[in-house]
């Protein structure tokens, strides 16, 4: 399998940036609501958030990489069968997909260095704090957060409900472009032509 994007399939790269950020957005989302659930004497009460923090800022430079990484290869062609509607469709909902992770990583940042503090990456590194002093930042920011992660996980719905409709109604190889690019010949992937 090669590494950049062809025609008739995602590459290698694509593939992994697509589901590791799949992963990890569900995993944050999934640890987000279990930690607001946590009181100050529970053993997660300040492990769970340093990890959601952490697990965040290296998620934000996958999707700094995932953004650079789809400018410089090609997208592998639309099945024929596809719509102008549904592409145009498809088009919006990738872009808000984007979107939406890049404003979850902004009030996640907020909210974290609200207090001054910069984010300790797993001991690794740290975010420095450059924006404090809004009034109720971190109440608002974690508003606001809430509300982005639960339109994001709303849209990652509707994007696999999309997804499942190519593969079973349609019977296209958009699916199985990108979920089975890895362990198949590419041969199999070639968007087939009415």
Not at 115 to 126: C, H, L, P, T
Not at 151 to 170: R, S, T, Y
Request: charge should be positive.
């Amino acid at each position: 399998m090669k590494f950049t994007n062809q025609p008739q399939y995602y590459g290698l790269i694509s593939f992994l940036l697509h589901w590791i950020m799949a992963i990890a957005v569900v995993g944050l989302f999934c640890l987000g609501l279990w930690m607001t659930s946590l009181d100050y004497y529970d053993a997660w009460y300040k492990q769970a958030p340093w990890i959601h923090k952490s697990i965040g800022i290296l998620l934000a430079g996958v999707l700094l990489f995932r953004w650079m990484w789809r400018l410089v290869n090609i997208k592998p062609v639309a099945a024929p069968l596809h719509t102008p509607i549904e592409k145009m469709l498809a088009k919006i909902a990738h872009l808000t997909l984007y979107a939406l992770m890049a404003l979850m990583v902004i009030s996640g940042y907020l909210i974290s260095s609200a207090d001054g503090r910069g984010i300790e990456v797993f001991g690794w590194f740290e975010i420095p704090a450059t924006i404090t002093g809004i009034e109720n930042q971190e109440d608002l920011a974690g508003e606001i957060h809430y509300y982005l992660a639960l339109a994001l996980m709303g849209l990652a719905g509707i994007h696999v409900l999309a997804a499942m409709k190519h593969h079973f109604i349609d019977k296209d190889n958009t699916l199985r472009c990108m979920t089975t690019a890895l362990f198949s010949n590419h041969q199999q992937h070639k968007i087939k032509r009415p």
